[in-house]
């Protein structure tokens, strides 16, 4: 199997460029800057546009847009990927370099953090050698003033020759004088005298007649030199990039070619081959940001971060980095099983009584029997479990899990798990898409963008579903309290069933390294990649907007997901429960059928198509299982977890069923909203095959090795 093409790595960035304007008054400014400088931030300040932000590096990866009024302009702010430089070394430098190049921006705005500034000013310097309309935004200075640093605003401007702003987007404060300085930009009413970047003598005289040839034939579009020494380096993405996006093929110039190779000649005469090129060119780079950060900035306590490197000597060590994780991990889990477990019973009880007034009315219009099953004790009852079962968890997994983000502990743990990741050949960013698969995998799925190598992406998104989604929980906490922790009494119920439920997702963590690192050897072969992985500051999270936004942006929204593939699915669950070929039911028929094989895997036919209708949505398997069970034609709920557990065991489960079950339910084919963001992602129905292939085929291994073992030594 072959990897996807690499246009489709960048497959959103012809659309992207193309910006509809609504108004030929209409001024586009892109938005760049690193990772984890708050960009996003004064993006959602400006347009209202909730893009979610986060304290960890590559969260937006494609280019966001939205409107802005101000003065009497419309402002079509795009948010261009954080990257760290613009040399296209990954798909998220190529599409802020190409925006930026092609998008024909009235304006780039770059944020830079302010608590580091050396840092960020190397990819001040790559915009200005592209453009000279630039802004720099120099965010975060509130906690710049907080940790004692100052920057001269105005030498900064002077020695960049383009205007620079000071501001903190968290307050809002200095967004205006920033879209005052883009206005004038914009609109040609500052001609910026942008600092001349020198190379050493040799590589500019090889720059020099190479330069003359090219500014006849890209008539101003892009910047001669920059073009110029691009192409000595031997950037073939930029070649690709001037030929789609100009429509302009420099390599059937002849002439223009022989300059590059006679340039290429010359520097190689004077010792300086390609790799020592770009080493030069990134060192003069360096040295510059060096040279203008040391005469802008003063420091009032040099040991401003003291306090970070000291949290991070425990967080980040070999000894305590991983167990602090797991503990932090089974903290989260703790809470939300204890917290969602009243929520949900006051959800359910609302659905519920909601359900029993439609019945009521359902009775009221002498509706057929058949049609109230099918919308209310099909339809409408599937959608309440989903509701009832999935709101109260996310609600309380995921502000927790955005507090950690916005604290900035989540680039720790990506961290901590890189040199397990690379031993399995794959990337460490996966630890953060990892993450991400807790709350939903669908959401997994979509953050494996950050990751750069499309070998490692695919790895990433085929193994996501390793780690249990906020529709397994329930699943698994339930088995767990019914055959596990049940016989301990409260509080420490919670605790034991917290541990064991951290237990399975250790498990799953394991499988994820095993699973790619078979790949990596396997159908997805390759090395694992190096990346840069930024360690931001700790921060105190906005504890009131990490709410607002967990809620729209997260939970809701995978909740209507769920609701849009719950509803179908139980429709067809009420049709296969209550049409009959001979006095059994469909959904038994079906269930005979897969008894045989479920047997060998320590299941039975009814849980496995239990499993399998709850493809749409999994927090719905143990209430089809428990329909299949009593044969009532209709989902339903028991009132206590004994009741259930008797109706279990009665229905011939063991301990080892239990089991089974847990481990099917961590490994088995994603949902249907997962496999559709798969397809959409890798543009493939092959690798959306693979993905769902690959989880189920290592469940149905691992339930047959651990039930036919156990069965064989007599353990349960």
């Known amino acids: 199997m072959g990897l996807p093409n690499k246009i489709n790595e960048i497959n959103v960035l012809e659309k992207e460029l193309r910006i509809d304007k609504t108004s030929s008054e209409d001024k586009i400014i892109a938005l760049g800057g690193n990772p984890n400088v708050g960009k996003s931030t004064i993006f959602n300040n400006l347009t209202g546009l909730k893009q979610h932000t986060g304290n960890w590096p590559g969260k937006t990866v494609t280019n966001a847009q939205g409107n802005y009024a101000y003065k009497n302009t419309n402002f079509i702010l795009v948010d261009i990927p954080g990257t760290y430089s613009l040399m296209s070394n990954s798909v998220e430098e190529e599409v802020a370099r190409d925006f930026i190049c092609f998008g024909n921006p009235d304006a780039t705005v770059i944020v830079v953090d302010s608590t580091c500034l050396e840092r960020n ?58 879209m005052d300085k883009v206005l004038l930009i914009s609109s040609n009413k500052i001609n ?28 101003n579009k892009l910047n001669a030199k920059w073009v110029a020494l691009k192409l000595i380096d031997g950037d073939e993405t930029l070649l690709t990039s001037i030929n789609k996006y100009l429509n302009f093929n420099l390599t059937k110039y002849e002439d223009m ?16 081959d390609a790799d020592a090129l770009r080493d030069s060119i990134v060192c003069h780079l360096v040295k510059t940001a060096e040279k203008i950060n040391s005469t802008v900035v003063s420091i009032k306590d040099t040991n401003y971060n003291k306090t970070d490197r000291k949290i991070d000597k425990y967080l980040t060590s070999k000894k305590f980095g991983i167990p602090i994780m797991i503990l932090l991990l089974a903290l989260i889990f703790w809470l939300t099983i204890t917290g969602a477990n009243i929520p949900s019973q006051i959800i359910s009880s609302g659905l519920f009584w909601v359900e029993n007034k439609l019945t009521d009315f359902f009775t009221w219009l ?54 397990y990741f690379k031993k399995a050949c794959a990337c460490g960013k996966q630890a953060l898409t990892m993450c991400m698969g807790f709350g939903c995998n669908a959401a997994g799925i979509i953050g494996c963008r950050i990751i750069d190598s499309p070998r490692e992406r695919l790895i990433a998104i085929i193994t996501n579903n390793f780690v249990p989604c906020n529709g397994r929980f329930p699943t698994l906490i339930a088995i767990i309290i019914m055959f596990f922790s049940g016989v301990i009494k409260a509080p420490f119920q919670s605790v034991v069933s917290t541990l064991i439920l951290t237990g399975v997702i250790l498990l799953g963590i394991m499988i994820t390294l095993i699973i790619s690192k078979i790949l990596s050897k396997t159908i997805l072969k390759g090395l694992p990649s190096a990346f840069t992985l930024e360690l931001p500051p700790y921060r105190k999270p906005q504890v009131g907007k990490v709410i607002v936004r967990s809620i729209f942006d997260r939970t809701l929204f995978v909740l209507a997901r769920a609701i849009v593939v719950a509803a ?5 669950i009420w049709i296969m429960a209550n049409l009959y070929i001979g006095n059994i039911s469909i959904l038994s028929h079906c269930a005979h059928f897969l008894d045989p094989f479920a047997k060998l895997i320590g299941l039975d036919g009814y849980i496995l198509m239990a499993f399998i209708l709850g493809f749409p949505a999994n927090e719905i398997v143990i209430p089809i299982l428990i329909m299949s069970y009593m044969s009532t034609g209709s989902l339903l709920e028991l009132d206590s977890f004994d009741q259930l557990r008797s109706l279990l065991v009665a229905n011939g489960w063991t301990p080892l069923t239990a089991v089974c079950v847990m481990l099917f339910s961590l490994m088995h084919w994603p949902c249907a909203t997962t496999c559709l963001t798969i397809k959409k992602e890798t ?34």
């Open 257 to 272: 070619m022989n300059e590059v190779y006679e340039a290429r000649n010359f520097l190689k005469s004077e010792g300086i």
């Open 366 to 419: 002498n509706a057929p029997p058949w049609l109230h099953g099918l919308l209310v004790e099909g339809i409408y009852r599937t959608l309440a479990w989903v509701i009832s079962v999935m709101l109260p968890p996310m609600a309380i997994f995921f502000p927790l899990f955005t507090l950690l983000e916005d604290l900035g502990y989540l680039p720790r743990v990506a961290f901590n798990l890189d040199n």
């Open 683 to 716: 543009q493939s129905f092959k690798w959306t095959l693979v993905s769902i292939l690959v989880p189920t085929v290592t469940g149905i291994i691992i339930c047959f090795i651990v039930a036919n073992t156990s069965r064989l030594i007599g353990l349960m």
């Open 121 to 178: 000013l190397n990819l001040v310097l790559q915009t200005l050698e592209i453009t000279s309309k630039v802004v720099v935004c120099v965010n975060l200075m509130d906690e710049a003033k907080r940790k004692g640093i100052y920057i001269d605003l105005d030498n900064l401007s002077s020695q960049l020759g383009v205007p620079v702003v000071g501001t903190s987007a968290i307050s809002g404060k200095g967004l205006n004088e920033l």
């Open 568 to 572: 179908p699915a139980g429709l067809v």
């Open 192 to 219: 910026p005298n942008i600092i001349k970047i020198c190379y050493d003598s040799s590589i500019e005289k090889a720059i020099a007649k190479l330069e003359i040839v090219l500014s006849s034939n890209l008539q």
